[in-house]
């Protein structure tokens, strides 16, 4: 099974601190998905990647950053945090770049900022 | 650019009756469209999909969505709820490459 790990399932931060959200897939997928879900909204792309040290911007990826530094890691960053990112931000991988096909998703964490 | 609707917010069934969730897309070349579940505190499970062929397809714990090209939908159905379908439910379409565009979610509520 693939398995998708995130480092928190839940943050709780400060307006102004810097952030790292860490994921991790274990089955050597090209892809990588940073999402955030508010209600009603479902979930909006914030970036993903096809490679290493490669990436792209979806639809809001103003505020945010991303390394990928290794294929199996993806990290997000929010460069100096504001109540607005409070959110539940969910990672998901998928297998080949270039290619539709399903992402598995982590578990979520869901940060507060203060 | 392509879009997901979901028109229901929410929605509350008996267990035991029958479920259908709508989803209508927009998006100009042949979609791939998925459905994906996700139980209270948990990420998203994907239920099924359709890349091309049949156009009814099954997916896991007894769902089955029928894609209509003529209307731009994509809707999900399960003949007997469980109370433990209670969940949110999300219709996605595949854009070019990699990229999933999402619809807002259904809630799903079952009464006993």
Same mark, same amino acid.
């Given at each position: 099974?693939v398995?998708?790990?995130q480092s928190s399932r839940?943050?709780v931060?400060r &307006?102004?601190?810097?952030?790292f $959200? %860490? *994921?991790v897939?274990?089955?050597d997928? %090209?892809?990588?998905?940073?999402?955030r879900?508010?209600?009603g909204?479902? $979930? /909006?792309? +914030?970036y993903?990647?096809?490679?290493?040290?490669?990436?792209e911007k979806?639809? +809001?990826p103003?505020?945010y950053s991303?390394? /990928? %530094?290794?294929?199996? /890691?993806f990290?997000? +960053?929010?460069e100096? =945090?504001s &109540?607005?990112? &409070?959110?539940?931000?969910? *990672? =998901?991988?998928?297998p $080949?770049a270039?290619r539709?096909d399903t992402?598995?998703?982590g578990?979520? &964490? /869901? $940060?507060t900022?203060? | 650019?392509?879009s997901?609707?979901?028109?229901d917010i929410?929605?509350?069934v008996?267990e035991?009756?029958s479920?259908? @969730?709508?989803?209508?897309y927009?998006?100009?070349?042949?979609p791939?469209?998925f !459905?994906?579940v996700?139980?209270?505190?948990?990420?998203?499970q994907l239920?099924?999909?359709?890349?091309s062929?049949? #156009? @009814?397809?099954?997916?896991i714990?007894?769902?089955?969505?029928?894609f209509?090209?003529?209307?731009?939908?994509f809707?999900l159905r399960?003949?007997?709820v469980? !109370?433990s379908?209670?969940?949110?439910y999300?219709?996605?379409?595949?854009?070019?490459g990699?990229?999933l565009?999402?619809?807002?979610? #259904?809630r799903l509520?079952v009464?006993?």
């Open positions: 099974d398995k998708v790990t839940y943050l931060k &307006t102004g601190e810097k952030v $959200l %860490e *994921c897939q274990d089955m997928h %090209e892809n990588m998905f940073w999402y879900q508010d209600p909204l479902g $979930l /909006r792309l +914030i993903f990647s096809y490679d290493v040290k490669m990436k979806g639809d +809001i103003e505020g991303v390394s /990928r %530094e290794k294929k199996e /890691r990290s997000l +960053i929010l100096s =945090a &109540t607005n990112q &409070t959110s539940m931000y969910l *990672c =998901a991988s998928s $080949l270039g539709p992402q598995y998703f578990p979520g &964490t /869901r $940060l900022v203060l | 650019a392509q997901v609707t979901q028109p929410h929605i509350t008996s035991g009756a479920l259908e @969730l709508r989803c209508n927009s998006y100009g070349a042949t791939y469209l !459905w994906y996700q139980s209270p505190g948990q990420g998203l239920l099924l999909k359709y890349f062929g049949d #156009t @009814l397809v099954q997916g714990k007894g769902f089955e969505a029928e209509k090209r003529s209307q731009s939908s809707n399960k003949p007997s469980h !109370w379908d209670a969940a949110e999300f219709c996605a379409v595949n854009n070019a990699n990229m565009t999402f619809g807002g979610g #259904t509520m009464k006993p």
